[in-house]
Structure formats: C-alpha cells, structure tokens
C-alpha cells in the first residue's frame, strides 16, 4: 500500500507539473484576447524598404485564409529536404521570422529572397523584408553569377571566394511550389554553400494560413 501511494503521489505531481504551463498559457488568452506568434509574443517590428513594419497575426478570430490558397491539387508536394545530399537547412515561420529581425537590427549578412515570378507576387503580396528575385534570373549560369556578384557578394576568381557572402533565405509559394527549390538547386550546382541557404517550404501559404503580416505589391 505505502508502495502504491507514493506512485499515485508521484504521478499527480508529474500531471501538475504539465498542466501548469498549460493553465498559463489558456488563462493569458482569456485575459489577453490576442493572437499570438508564440507564447509571450505577439508581434516583431521589422524593416521593409526601410520603413518599419509590425510582423504579427491577424487579430480578427473570424479572419479566413484567402480564397486563392484554398485550391488543393497545385504543383507536387516537396521533400522536407529535398536538396540531399546537401544540407541545406528547411526552416519554418519563426526562424524566418528571427532571420528577418536579425536583417532589420543590421545584419547585413542575411538576404530574404521571394524566389517567385512577379505575377505570383503581384496576387499574393511578400513577406515582410523579402526582395522579388525570381527563379527565372536563376536559369543559366551566366545570370546566376552575375546575382551571386551584385547582390549575395561573392567574389568571383579562378574559384568562387564565399567568405563573406551572404545567408539566403529563400521561399515561394508552398510546400507544393518548385519555384525555390530551382533556384537553390542552381545555386548549389554554381558552388554556393549549402550552409548559407536555408530554404522556407512552407512559403507563402502557410504564411497566409498563420495571418501573419504581408506586404502588398502595387499593380504595375
């Protein structure tokens, strides 16, 4: 009995011990009302073509996913690392939400890329701190390097010199989507370090999906 006891005590605190941070957490959304990125965090303030944006969902609790990402038979469902035997990193919202705050703080060692063709941009906006280079300027070797030069700082020579350049953080529209994963793979074909490239499968559809903010594009 004196056995059976401590087991029974020993399992009730164990089932206390779990359901305290629960018990938070649902009490600081009743008391708060807010959506939240994650615990204790509600929003991040970014930079976008030097103005400062607020990265924070949607907080209207009857907001709805587009229409336009509800469609369900798009594209082929990518690997989560489909780049082997590569190890370029697939990271989701909130490390590339870190990454963009790290940009906006100065780090100028980190680009977001929204690696879509400008129509998909134009229809579904960009997340906050991407520039538009789309997969296409990624089709041959002559224009890859010469983006590798102007805007990822590699220096070109006998061999590639990647020392300083830059972490790519590219996305596109879904887990679905090949538009990235093209780029990256030419990337990594031209030398590029797959340590410097992480890759955002999620895209902007799970982005949508968290409302989470988006800048939109104007009609051009």
């Known amino acids: 009995m004196k056995f059976l ?17 629960f018990s938070s957490a649902i009490a600081e959304e009743k008391t708060t009302k807010q959506i939240m990125i994650t615990h204790g ?12 944006v607020k990265i924070m969902r ?19 469902i990518q690997s989560m690392h489909p780049f082997k035997p590569h ?16 940009m906006s703080e100065g780090d100028n060692s980190i680009i977001i890329i929204d690696s879509r063709t400008p129509a998909w941009v134009k229809r579904s906006g960009m997340i906050p701190g991407a520039v538009n280079i789309p997969f296409t300027q990624f089709s041959n070797s002559e224009s890859t390097l010469e983006i590798m030069e102007d805007e990822f700082e590699v220096i070109p020579g006998e061999t590639f010199n990647f020392s ?8 596109c529209n879904g887990n679905w989507c090949g538009q990235s994963p093209t780029a990256i793979r030419k990337l990594l074909s031209m030398g ?8 955002f499968r999620g895209g902007m559809q799970s982005w949508a999906a968290l409302g989470l903010t988006v800048i939109a594009t104007s009609p051009q």
């Open 164 to 171: 300083n350049a830059k972490t790519l953080v590219m996305y």
């Open 5 to 21: 006891k401590q087991f029974f005590l020993r399992l009730f605190s164990s089932f206390l011990i779990f359901l305290i941070p």
């Open 41 to 52: 965090l509600q929003s991040v303030d970014v930079k976008h073509d030097d103005k400062t």
């Open 87 to 102: 190890a370029v990193e697939t990271i989701g919202e909130r490390e590339i939400i870190d990454y963009i705050k790290k």
């Open 58 to 76: 949607v907080q209207d609790k009857k907001n709805e996913i587009a229409p336009f990402y509800r469609k369900t038979t798009r594209g082929t």
């Open 192 to 199: 590029y370090p797959a340590a410097k490239i992480k890759y």
